[in-house]
Structure formats: structure tokens, C-alpha cells
């Protein structure tokens, strides 16, 4: 049981970049999944979260309106479309599965992707 996070890089200021969280051995239908991410020097944040319930999308106020999380079911896989990326959004991004609706709380989350580095960067 995994998950996969893959799909970082480095942008210039302004680009885009979509994540993918892959699933192996687990049906993420069943789960909310969330995207965190850690910046060296700072605490980890939630950034984006879609339920397991009813599709509902929640966004930390920092990436509302740039950031877009979608589930494809038929490829078990979450993404997070990244647009107009800016320097303060440097960081290792996590994808993450819990059974729950705690979306924002971290250590509520059973399983975790191993990190993909975004780096903003002009």
C-alpha cells in the first residue's frame, strides 16, 4: 500500500505545474486525500484537500484561485494543478490518505506519498 507523489520541478515565476498522486494497493474512492507541503525552515501546511464523500475541494487561502485538485477514478490518481506559481510556493509537496474529514489535520493521515520538490524560480 502507496502512494506516489510525482510531477514537481523547477518554473519560473508564473508557470504552471501539475502533481499526481498515484495509488498502489489501496482505492483511493475511499479515502480523502489531501497535499501538503514544506518549505526547509518552515512547518508543514495543508494546501489542498478533496473529500471521499461528495468531491468537495478546500484550498488554504494562499493558493485559492490557483490551485485546482481533481480525482481521475478510472487512473486511482489525485492531482493538483498548479498555476501561477510564485517563489513563496517553494517546496517538498506530500500527498496523503485518510479514511476521515479532518482534512487540515495532518497527523490524521494513515498514508503518505513520499514527496515531490516544486521549485519557483526566475
Known amino acids: 500500500v502507496q502512494l506516489q507523489a510525482s510531477g514537481g520541478g523547477m518554473v519560473q515565476p508564473g508557470g504552471s505545474l501539475r502533481l499526481s498522486c498515484a495509488a498502489a494497493g489501496l482505492n483511493l474512492d475511499y479515502f480523502a486525500i489531501g497535499w501538503f507541503r514544506q518549505a526547509p525552515g518552515k512547518e508543514r501546511e495543508g494546501v489542498s484537500f478533496i473529500s471521499n464523500s461528495d468531491g468537495s475541494t478546500y484550498y488554504a487561502d494562499s493558493v485559492k484561485g490557483r490551485f485546482t485538485i481533481s480525482r481521475d477514478h478510472a487512473k486511482n490518481t489525485v492531482y493538483l494543478q498548479m498555476n501561477s506559481l510564485n517563489p513563496e510556493d517553494t517546496a517538498v509537496y506530500y500527498c496523503?490518505?485518510?479514511?476521515?474529514?479532518?482534512?487540515?489535520?495532518?497527523?490524521?493521515?494513515?498514508?503518505w506519498g513520499q514527496g515531490t520538490q516544486v521549485t519557483v524560480s526566475s
Open positions: 496523503a490518505a485518510q479514511r476521515g474529514s479532518d482534512y487540515w489535520t495532518g497527523r490524521l493521515y494513515d498514508i
